[in-house]
């Protein structure tokens, strides 16, 4: 029996997590939960997983939380605050940690969690994109193991030779003979849209993914391919690749999730349904593989799969993470920060689509964007890049 913690339990990755979970409730049992604030989805999961700690973000859902729970004669801890989810992520009473926190909002307890060395199944890649050097550094110091959610790294670690796999973040390409990393994406819902078009698109419409079901945040990152940009930065940190060793390939059908190459000209692939089921059974199963729930792909119907290469005009995001990611830590964490700020703002109407990567732009101009050596200085540099999005989304 392994004991899971989830964080970000009642989010999309949460949501698919727990569904894997279901199924083998005899393997894992779910230790504690954290989340923002939402509070029904908190009760269900309570009753349904019987977790023993829960922490709620905010304040007032926690307390919500707490009466709900004394008034169906449930029982829970149940924590408050950032300190309180920080304070689950790092009991130290988890076999696996599951990041699937939104955000920055994830970095800190994702260390802590790293802090316990228990197995960190991340799919929370703002965190890693934010801090990843440091991120690595304490895994070491504390014999963490991570290993990778998110489909595009589930599947490039599932096309890695196994000593690869068990040494993320200092696997060695070279010796394991890999040519290249083949990043890919669908391109997101505007891949084929008039360039004239963007100015005007909504909010809905830039959720509105066609493949992939996943939060709000992600899926405007998405139609930006922001996503790639910060997946691009968050391979080099998991494979300890090189920018050089990665290539971003546009996929409209998402079939394929990610490829290596290697020196004698293979090419390994994975394929499947895009459900996150599978690549959150990878983590949670690894070195086995668990039962997900996740349809077999059916040839028969696949009418084509087609590639091709990303325009960085229609692009101009995946253009500045690539950008930021051969400037450093401090230029990657000013990109997160910013692009956080910029798509919160296009959600809530106060800038234009196309405005996302001039605000990122913009901050990454600004902002003083030098190395940084510990989690204080990464917080403090998001905090200062926040403030400059800020004030450059006003003036919008
Ligand atoms: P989501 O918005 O659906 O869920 C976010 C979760 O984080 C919710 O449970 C929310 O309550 C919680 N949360 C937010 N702020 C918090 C805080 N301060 N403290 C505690 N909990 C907090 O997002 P999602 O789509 O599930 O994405 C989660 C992470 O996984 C993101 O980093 C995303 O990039 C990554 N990811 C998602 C997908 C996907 O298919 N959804 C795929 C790959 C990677
Ligand atoms: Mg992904």
């Known amino acids: 029996m392994r004991n899971v ?30 989340a923002s604030s939402s509070v029904d989805k908190m009760v269900a999961i309570v009753q349904e997983f019987k977790p023993e700690r829960v922490a709620m973000h905010n304040e007032k859902s926690a307390q919500e939380l707490n009466q709900k729970l004394k008034d169906l004669g449930l029982y829970a801890e149940v924590l408050a605050g950032a300190c309180g989810v920080e304070e689950v992520a790092g009991d130290g009473a988890a076999d696996v940690v599951v990041g699937a926190i939104v955000g920055a909002a994830g970095l800190k307890p994702v260390i802590a969690a790293v802090k316990t060395g228990c197995v960190i199944a991340l799919a929370n890649k703002e965190a890693l994109v934010m801090s990843g050097q440091i991120f690595f550094e304490a895994v070491k110091k504390y014999g963490a193991k991570v290993l990778p959610v998110d489909s595009e790294h589930s599947a490039i670690f599932q096309c890695l030779p196994y000593e690869a796999q068990i040494n993320l973040g200092y696997c060695d390409l070279k010796q394991a003979n890999v040519n290249k990393i083949l990043l890919t994406g669908s391109g997101g819902p505007f891949r084929d849209s008039p360039l004239e078009s963007l100015k005007t698109v909504t909010a809905a419409q830039a959720i509105a993914h066609p493949v992939w079901s996943m939060g709000p945040k992600i899926s405007v990152d998405s139609a930006t391919m922001m996503n790639k940009g910060l997946e691009f930065i968050e391979a080099r940190y998991l494979f300890n690749a090189t920018d050089d060793d990665i290539k971003v390939v546009i996929h409209p059908q998402s079939v394929i999730h990610s490829m290596v190459s290697f020196t004698d000209g293979a090419i390994l692939a994975q394929l499947g349904q895009p459900d996150m089921r599978t690549p959150i059974a990878v983590a949670l199963g690894f070195p086995q593989r668990l039962t997900s729930g996740v349809d077999m792909l059916d040839f028969e119907k696949l009418s084509e799969l087609t590639f091709r290469s990303p325009d960085f005009v229609r692009y101009p995001c995946l253009k500045l993470a690539m950008q930021a990611s051969k400037s450093g830590q401090g230029a990657t964490t000013c990109l997160n920060a910013a692009n956080e700020v910029a798509v919160d703002a296009f959600l809530h109407n106060q800038i234009a689509y196309l405005d996302i990567a001039k ?15 510990s989690i204080d200085e990464v917080l403090e540099t998001d905090r200062k890049a926040r403030e400059i999005a800020k004030s450059i989304v006003g003036a919008i």
């Open 5 to 34: 913690t989830l964080l970000g339990a009642t989010g999309s990755i949460g949501t698919s997590t727990l569904d894997v979970l279901r199924r083998h409730k005899d393997e894992f049992k779910l230790h504690a939960v954290a």
């Open 359 to 373: 605000v990122v732009d913009g901050v990454l101009q600004k902002a003083n964007v030098g190395s940084l050596s």
